[in-house]
């Protein structure tokens, strides 16, 4: 509740000070005039043999973000930062734009580059999975692989290297979903509204993963708005050091999960309407990921597992009647070779054994 309180002054500080939220209105259209129309409205589904299974009371509900048409949540924010920086006037058709991204929010501003005319460069370190660069490089971006060890202050980081573009070549923008406004914004006015809209304001607790935190501020700034009792709870990986209280973040050393987790506060990151936060490991990430599609359907990324391995956690908590929504980040389509193997799974220690052909005895 003092979280609540506080974040009141948080609100209009910041990064609403430097941008004045200017509300976007879509109106839904019967035919779209090209991919950034595409963007957005994604469904919602109840979860429910995991519930189930777990022994869950309270009802849980999935928004489906890895439905958007670049497979991620972060579709929302290349198009508005897109969108944006054309009507003030910062970029104009032909100029080449630079992103420092675990890859997502390349696809998704390399998409709606491709359709408004744009150039792109994507730096993005060598952990994030071949799929996603395929993809970038499918949408035509430029892409360029950075160490992931560096630190992000580093030179040759993914965001030393982005920044130093936008210094050596001409007509070179870089966006900077760390620092742009447009980001939570497009969750305020997007993600949020429609969570909204679609629960018909009845919920209770929402559970997601956070990168630059630009999801997390937007949703939260929203629902603190309608009703401060509503619980933002954060997910962040061991050896990440977003969570708070600090003395959450102890575990050192990298993890395999991408697109959450930071080594430093991103400036479109509020804390201050998180009322709780979860730090959670590989195994249970990829674990429940492979159980969504499993015993759920639902194609999903890493991420989305340790959202739903943090809100069963939380649910415990939760009783019959009540309402939770978990936010399913981004799509199985850039984890091919990751994740949805055995072999990638065996591998790296996440399963004891996997399908030998010998002596094989059918498990159904
Ligand atoms: N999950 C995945 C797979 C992502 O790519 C991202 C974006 N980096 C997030 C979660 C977190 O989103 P945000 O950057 O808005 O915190």
Redesign the pocket.
């Known amino acids: 509740e003092g979280l609540a309180v506080e974040c009141k002054w948080a609100r209009g500080e910041g990064i609403t000070k430097e941008c004045p939220h200017i509300y976007e209105k879509r109106e839904k259209k019967l035919i779209c005039d090209d991919v950034t129309d595409i963007v957005g409205n994604t469904p919602m589904v109840r979860i429910n043999s995991i519930t189930q299974s777990e022994g869950i009371k309270c009802e849980i509900v999935a928004k489906c973000e890895f439905l958007n048409p670049g497979g991620?949540?972060?579709d929302r924010i290349g198009r508005r930062m897109l969108l944006d920086a054309e009507k003030s006037g910062k970029i104009k058709k032909g100029d080449i734009l630079v992103e420092p991204t675990?890859?997502?929010?390349g696809i998704g501003l390399s998409m709606c580059a491709a359709a408004r005319g744009y150039k792109m460069i994507i730096t993005m370190p060598e952990k994030m999975s071949a799929e996603k660069e395929n993809t970038l490089r499918g949408l035509g971006a430029e892409v360029v692989r950075t160490p992931t060890e560096l630190p992000t202050e580093h030179i040759d980081s993914h965001m030393g290297l982005a920044y130093k573009f936008t210094q050596d070549l001409e007509n070179c923008h870089m966006l900077d979903q760390y620092s742009n406004p447009s980001n939570p914004m497009s969750h305020y006015d997007g993600t949020a509204q429609e969570i909204w809209d679609q629960c018909e304001g009845k919920i209770d607790t929402i559970v997601l993963?956070?990168?630059?935190?630009?999801?997390?501020t937007g949703i939260a700034r929203f629902f603190k708005d309608k009703n401060p009792d509503i619980k933002i709870v954060g997910v962040d990986p061991h050896g990440s050091i977003l969570a708070e209280p600090a003395e959450l973040n102890t575990h050192e050393g990298s993890y395999l999960v991408?697109?959450?987790g930071y080594d430093f506060i991103p400036r479109v990151l509020d804390r201050c309407p998180i009322d709780k936060w979860y730090k959670n490991n590989d195994k249970d990430s990829f674990h429940y990921a492979r159980r969504l599609m499993k015993e759920e359907g639902l194609m999903v990324?890493g991420?989305c597992g340790g959202v739903m391995w943090a809100a069963i956690e939380e649910a415990k908590n939760m009783a019959e009647g009540q309402r939770m929504v978990v936010i399913l980040?981004?799509s199985i389509r850039n984890y091919m070779t990751k994740h949805l193997s055995d072999d990638w799974m065996y591998l790296n220690g996440f399963i004891e054994e996997k399908n030998v052909v010998e002596n094989y005895t059918p498990k159904l």
């Open positions: 991620s949540v972060k675990s890859g997502n929010t993963g956070v990168g630059t935190g630009g999801t997390v991408e697109g959450v990324g991420s980040h981004d």
